[in-house]
């Protein structure tokens, strides 16, 4: 399946120099889909040279040149996208329908950075003095580091890739090793747009010493990392010895609060519909589900109503509606999840466990759990799983607080038709982003991140840009001197 790549260094896709490798499994057939190059010490050392020549001349490349190479990206990735959803759903198991949106959207963000390379501001400050000139200029940060998760395995490094590449930087991009092949696909994109050799390199291979000493090596000035609260302090407490740039998008564990006002079965409709995207394994999935007592039942029926009717299997199979998580650590972890809130007083309404006629792949049947009480487990870790815990509430400090009772901020989410309320509710929300009424937050056009433990720094958006950039002051004396004839 990977016999067209490798890993990328000056241009080209290259084995492992001592020929390690590193085996890709299918989490549905749970059998072995092909074998990726493992980067040893020289290949990592050969990738930092090339990220630091790639520099030179990448960041030298006019703002308008390298937002025409980004644009031919998006376009080929547009014309690609039947094979390369294919890979993706092949790696991941995830539905082929899913795969192709991601792909666009990763299109999406080569698109919109290739415009905002054009539109990198400076600013001319007013002097004190008639004989001074104060000014402030955006450069590009130096190489960066790009780490990404497996569940977007095409969006997540498109992100940081388009960004980077947008401000003048050059990236090594590591993605995840359970579906590295879509990182790959838009490398291949990005190389036949025209990319020059050492603007992108890509790596593959044990995460834990490859990062370590890329992150130790003084060409490295950036690191993006999308990931698991424990790797994100981590990564952020090894590039403090480095002093060094850090954009972090962690866990999140989104609760969504549905007021009395809202109908009950359209707001469960459209969050069931995306609480079950990508098997549930989503970072601003909506995850706690806090509805007003007084419409309780009917979100309830209707959530578990639309579970019900879900299809479980390969994602390559049409009429497949959800696939598999993707390891079997994951589905044990989300049935632990399911075991404690039912041992608590949960009632189960829809799943509880593995699909009948599913005994291989790492399959959970869509799962809906009511009345959970606020000690259950799931109510205070990341199920990143197809399983809704609800709750009722009655009064609005208090679901406020309870829905700010965990250590993330990543996203939230509020359904209510009353102007006032949606925007009382939104703003006492701890989380990075809200969605009112809505439940698909990320776009290019605008910015993707949380606070608290979810992290910091923004990705899309023209904020995203921002930090692949370093601001500069220049202060300018006007001296004449000599009078040249």
């Known amino acids: 399946m990977y016999e067209a790549y490798g890993l990328l260094i000056d241009g080209e896709w290259k084995a492992a120099t001592d020929n390690a490798t590193l085996e890709v499994f299918s989490p549905v057939s749970e059998e072995r889909i092909g074998s990726v190059p493992a980067a040893g010490d020289a290949d990592i050392a050969a990738a930092l040279k090339s990220a630091a020549e790639g520099f030179r001349v990448w960041s030298s490349v006019s703002a308008w040149n390298r937002a025409a190479i980004l644009r031919r990206t998006a376009d080929l990735l547009r014309e690609r996208i039947e094979d390369a959803a294919r890979v993706m759903s092949t790696e991941t198991g995830k539905p082929l329908a899913e795969a192709r949106a991601e792909i666009n959207a990763s299109a999406d963000q080569f698109e919109w950075y290739g415009e905002e390379a054009k539109r990198i501001y400076g600013q001319t400050i007013p002097g004190r003095a008639a004989d001074e000139r104060l000014s402030v200029i955006h450069q590009p940060v130096g190489p960066c580091l790009a780490l990404s998760a497996w569940n977007f395995p095409a969006l997540l490094p498109a992100r940081k890739i388009a960004a980077a590449l947008a401000a003048g930087c050059s990236v090594i991009a590591r993605p995840a090793s ?242 006032a309320l949606a925007s009382q509710t939104a703003e006492a929300l701890e989380a990075g982003m809200v969605g009112v009424n809505e439940t698909l937050l990320a776009t290019a056009e605008a910015p993707f991140g949380g606070v608290k433990e979810s992290g910091f720094g923004r990705e899309g958006g023209s904020l995203g840009i921002l930090d692949y950039l370093t601001p500069k002051y220049i202060r300018h004396k006007l001296v004449r001197g000599a009078v040249h004839v």
């Open 178 to 419: 359970e579906a590295p092949g879509s990182c790959m696909v838009l490398a291949q994109a990005l190389l036949d747009a025209g990319l020059p050799a050492g603007a992108l390199s890509v790596l593959t291979g044990d995460p834990v010493p490859m990062v370590e000493k890329l992150i130790a090596s003084p060409v490295i000035r950036k690191v993006s990392l999308t990931g698991s609260v424990p790797v994100g302090k981590e990564v952020l407490r090894q590039c403090a010895a480095g002093v060094k740039k850090v954009t972090l998008e962690l866990g999140g564990h989104a609760p969504v609060i549905v007021h009395s006002d809202f109908d009950p079965v359209a707001a469960a409709e459209k969050l069931a519909a995306t609480k079950f995207r990508n098997c549930g394994q989503v970072c601003i999935s909506p995850s706690r589900f806090y509805v007003h007592e007084s419409i309780r039942e009917p979100f309830e029926q209707a959530f578990a109503e639309y579970a019900r009717k879900l299809v479980v299997g390969d994602g390559l199979e049409d009429g497949v509606t959800t696939g598999p998580m993707i390891r079997r650590r994951a589905l044990d972890s989300a049935l632990r999840l399911i075991e404690d809130a039912l041992a608590k007083g949960g009632r189960l309404m829809a799943g509880g466990g593995r699909p009948e006629g599913l005994d291989k792949g790492h399959f959970l049947a869509p799962t809906v759990i009511a009345g959970v009480p606020d000690d259950a487990a799931i109510m205070s870790e990341e199920p990143f799983a197809p399983v809704a815990p609800i709750a009722a509430f009655s009064d609005f400090d208090e679901v406020i607080a309870r829905a700010n009772a965990t250590p993330f901020g990543l996203a939230s989410y509020v359904f209510t038709h009353d102007g």
